[in-house]
């Protein structure tokens, strides 16, 4: 079956530092990719998505590439804040009309931004 | 525009009792799907409603179950709660097109003692 492995945390960085968090997929078809952040004490919120091989998807500063050929959709930003520190899960859907329109969530990573 | 909305926020049941969970989707959103987040995971599909009918199911057992109401809204039951079953549960909801963008109402939080 699909799945989404993600990079394991907890990830701490100082303000203004760079991030990646590294996510890869298995799926049998052609998967949407997303981010999705949660607050703390708060459900989730789409962060960014793609559609199709090659594409970027970009919120916020935040940016992710699909990538087909190495499956993969790592989250990258050059230059965090201490407002992003949150929980960010990647997440694949095979697509309306696929047969299994569910989301398949990876664990999740914490990110913790100092000042 | 409201989003998806969730109730209760939070809720204590014990062993063997049962639960109901209550959400309503986005304005113009037909499909409901419900996610289950025990702490520190990502969310587990439960299942997802479309037109008033279970459409899709996750791996969870049959005590759980849930109902689509002509407007769309949903919910979901639990019976014979287990300490397991404690978990932050998330609706979503998605529209037409191709792309199924779920939007996501703030959980209500389950607590089985």
């Known amino acids: 079956g699909n799945s989404v492995t993600q990079m394991e945390g907890p990830v701490t960085l100082s303000e203004e530092a760079f991030l990646t968090i590294n996510c890869t997929y298995t799926a049998t078809g052609y998967p949407s990719l997303f981010w999705y952040v949660q607050y703390p004490g708060e459900g989730l919120q789409l962060l960014l998505k793609a559609t199709k091989a090659d594409d970027k998807g970009s919120n916020k500063g935040f940016e992710a590439t699909y990538r087909k050929e190495t499956t993969s959709f790592h989250l990258e930003k050059g230059s965090v804040q201490v407002s992003d520190s949150a929980v960010y899960f990647c997440?694949?859907?095979?697509?309306?009309?696929?047969?299994?329109?569910?989301?398949?969530f990876g664990k999740g990573t914490k990110l913790t931004v100092n000042p | 525009d409201a989003g998806v909305t969730q109730s209760p926020t939070h809720l204590i049941k014990t062993r063997g009792q049962q639960v109901t969970l209550r959400c309503s989707p986005k304005?113009?959103?037909?499909?409901v799907s419900w996610y289950q987040q025990a702490l520190g995971q990502g969310p587990q599909f439960i299942f997802q409603y479309y037109e008033e009918e279970e459409r899709q199911r996750g791996n969870f057992p049959d005590r759980f179950s849930g109902h689509q109401f002509p407007n769309y809204s949903s919910e979901l039951n639990v019976n014979a709660l287990l300490l397991g079953d404690s978990a932050l549960y998330l609706c979503?909801?998605?529209?037409?097109?191709?792309?199924?963008?779920?939007?996501f109402g703030p959980g209500t939080r389950l607590t089985v003692l």
């Open positions: 304005s113009g959103h037909d499909t």
């Open positions: 979503a909801s998605s529209g037409m097109g191709p792309l199924i963008e779920q939007f």
């Open positions: 997440a694949l859907n095979e697509g309306r009309g696929s047969g299994s329109e569910k989301l398949v």
